[in-house]
């Protein structure tokens, strides 16, 4: 060992970690995130969109809704994950598609009707997210700011009473999804929204 040691010269500086992905070897977290975010997030022409105007779980909702990342139950069969149906617990007419369950099935369907005319607009059938949202993006900013929090307070509400037709009671009314869309969206706009 004292011959393999013969060769190498000790210097009397500090020992210091070197970040070998900066050039000047200094670490930094913006570094470390363009890093992760390269390796393991997927590109693509999605743009995430964040309402300050409902609380966090409803936008991270959102941002799954629009990557198709809810655990619906054709994305947990994709996922080679056991269950007993595909079928959409609400109407159990269609398979449970992200799709389904927030445009196509006749319970959203009437529910995006019911808000239309709570909103005394046309809004157009929308068959996913994506072209929703980009109708949300054609309307006048002041108006979009109210409608905005508007379809995030549906799609939560469809979500959760999916969830709560999943793991709660399966005869659950139907009636409470609006009911819940208005109180939702009166708590979540008058306590966010700044005065104007």
């Keep these: 060992m004292l011959s393999m040691l013969m060769n190498v010269n000790f210097s009397d500086t500090e020992d210091k970690w070197k970040w070998e ?3 000047d070897g200094l670490f930094s977290v ?3 995130k363009k890093i992760i975010d390269s390796s393991l997030l997927t590109t693509g022409n999605i ?6 105007n409902v609380p966090i779980k409803v936008n991270i909702s959102m941002w799954r809704l629009m990557w198709d990342r809810l655990p619906t139950r054709m994305n947990l069969a994709d996922k080679d994950i056991d269950i007993l149906s595909v079928q959409c617990p609400i109407c159990n007419n269609e398979f449970e598609s992200s799709d389904h369950i927030f445009f ?16 005394e607009l046309n809004m157009p059938a929308s068959d996913n997210i994506s ?14 700011r109210i409608l905005e929090v508007i379809v995030y307070a549906t ?6 009473f999916r969830n709560g037709v999943v793991f709660k009671d399966s005869n659950m009314k139907k009636s409470i999804i609006f009911e819940s869309i208005v109180i939702n969206f009166f708590q979540w706009f008058s306590s966010r929204c700044k005065k104007t």
């Design 21 to 23: 992905f900066e050039l």
């Design 30 to 32: 913006c570094s470390a």
């Design 47 to 52: 743009v995430t969109r964040w309402c300050r």
């Design 104 to 119: 196509k099935c006749d319970t959203a369907v009437q529910l995006w009707r019911r808000v239309s005319r709570w909103c």
């Design 131 to 144: 072209s929703m949202l980009s109708w949300l993006e054609s309307i006048d900013a002041h108006r979009r």
């Design 155 to 160: 799609v939560w509400c469809i979500w959760r």
